[in-house]
């Protein structure tokens, strides 16, 4: 299977550029994606154009991957409806850093490679690039009915913000990244999402009107969520791909929780197991909905691949805590950050530790601290064997609490029926 068909099973193809496939057919290609930094990380919304690099790396072609330094100082006005803020250089030289350290764990940058990746700035040609050297080397070459014809342009236009000359200009810039790494980096395709069909289209016509050379491209489906909302944002925000912004295991989660729709289109897009490895899965899933089969194994894939097997295997084991059968044991192996990012979101209570050091009754701690709104209730639902602390169920009414059972010297993991949890601190 070649690098374009892979792409059009997997859902990851949307426009084309006449010639494309061909070219990709008749040698080894070096294509580009540029990434916006926003932002020090990279979030799920990324993984898209970045799993394009890898496939593309996959099939043999070099990827490079274009950090905008310059543009980002700019800002993309694509069907954004108002500007964006503008960065400032040293903001600008940290995002670039995490970036570029994100990508470096998908690409293989190995030089040995014929087909290395590599990661450009387009700072590093625009720094000294004038502002009227640009306009009469570069701006001359596009009409302004040109610009003024794309989607991302028109919607800004009929808006009510309108667009500023610096976010017009924008779609020139971006062309020009191109143009320069088709003369300097022998680039023959650019790939984005498909709101960057545009922008991308201007660089292939500055190619061809600026040297006469003939350029490629194609761009991918952005992604959605079946009920409307917007992909890789939970109501927490975005999903990030840095674990000290997303832990692994709230982007194992993120992924867990897919429905069966999305996730029957997203086991395609983010893994790379094989379509008959995909059709089985589905068919064992249909079989047996009820146990996830497909999003346990969308969201293991995509987890091991951006964060490596050992926070994977931290995830399930955090999933078990919460979801499933899990001892004690496993309970008290988590340090105190594992154990908080389990439990984000869990209702914290405070407590004074010197009640456990005196010894508390289990009703009384219970319903003291607001667990159960009385004491009736806290004693009825121990009695049924509905309450457990630290995954061990509390075996009768005179039970007593003390700082024995505190986790990392500090925690009591308290869990009311089968869903409802409670951290309770000790301080």
């Not at 832990?247 to 790379?272: H, V």
């Not at 996830?292 to 955090?318: C, P």
């Amino acid at each position: 299977m070649n690098f374009i068909e892979e792409l059009r099973w997997r859902g990851m193809l949307q426009d084309i550029k006449p010639g494309t496939e061909e070219q990709l057919a008749k040698e080894m290609t070096a294509a580009y994606i540029g990434f916006d930094p926003t932002a020090d990380s990279l979030h799920v919304g990324s993984l898209v154009p970045i799993l394009l690099l890898m496939h593309l790396q996959k099939a043999g072609h070099k990827p490079f991957a274009l950090i905008g330094g310059a543009t980002g100082m700019v800002g993309d006005p694509s069907f954004k409806s108002e500007e964006r803020k503008m960065l400032d250089l040293d903001t600008l030289r940290h995002n670039l850093a995490g970036i570029r350290a994100q990508l470096e764990r998908f690409l293989n940058f190995d030089p040995a490679l014929p087909n290395a990746a590599e990661i450009v700035n387009n700072y590093d040609w625009f720094k000294d690039f004038t502002f009227l050297d640009f306009i009469r080397e570069v701006g001359k070459h596009i009409t302004v009915n040109y610009m003024m014809s794309k989607d991302s342009v028109r919607k800004r236009l009929e808006g009510d913000t309108g667009i500023s000359f610096t976010e017009f200009t924008y779609q020139l810039i971006q062309g020009y990244d191109f143009y320069w790494l088709y003369n300097n980096r022998n680039c023959k395709l650019q790939m984005g999402g498909s709101d960057q069909w545009g922008n991308i289209t201007t660089g292939t016509e500055l190619i061809r009107r600026m040297g006469g050379g003939e350029a490629f491209a194609f761009t991918c489906p952005l992604m959605t969520k079946s009920d409307g909302g917007k992909f890789g944002k939970t109501e927490k925000g975005n999903i990030w791909l840095d674990p000290a912004k997303t832990s692994p295991y709230q982007f194992y989660q993120f992924w867990r929780n897919a429905t069966d729709e999305d996730a029957l289109k997203w086991i395609r897009i983010f893994t790379f197991l094989t379509p008959e490895e995909i059709e089985a899965l589905i068919t064992e899933h249909q079989q047996a909905p009820h146990l996830w089969l497909l999003q346990k194994r969308l969201a293991e894939s995509i987890t091991r691949l951006v964060h490596g097997d050992e926070e994977y295997a931290f995830a399930i084991k955090a999933s078990e805590i919460l979801f499933g059968n899990s001892t004690t044991d496993v309970l008290q192996q988590l340090n105190e950050k594992q154990l908080l990012e389990v439990m984000e979101g869990v209702p914290n209570i405070d407590v004074a530790r010197t009640s456990l050091e005196e010894g508390a009754n289990i009703v009384n701690f219970l319903a003291d601290n607001g667990i159960f709104p009385s004491r009736g209730e806290a004693r009825k639902m121990v009695q049924n064997g509905g309450v457990s602390v630290n995954k061990i169920k509390v075996s009768g009414l005179e039970t007593t609490l003390g700082t024995d059972h505190l986790l990392n010297s500090r925690y009591l993991l308290v869990q009311k029926g089968k869903r409802d949890y409670f951290l309770v601190r000790a301080v």
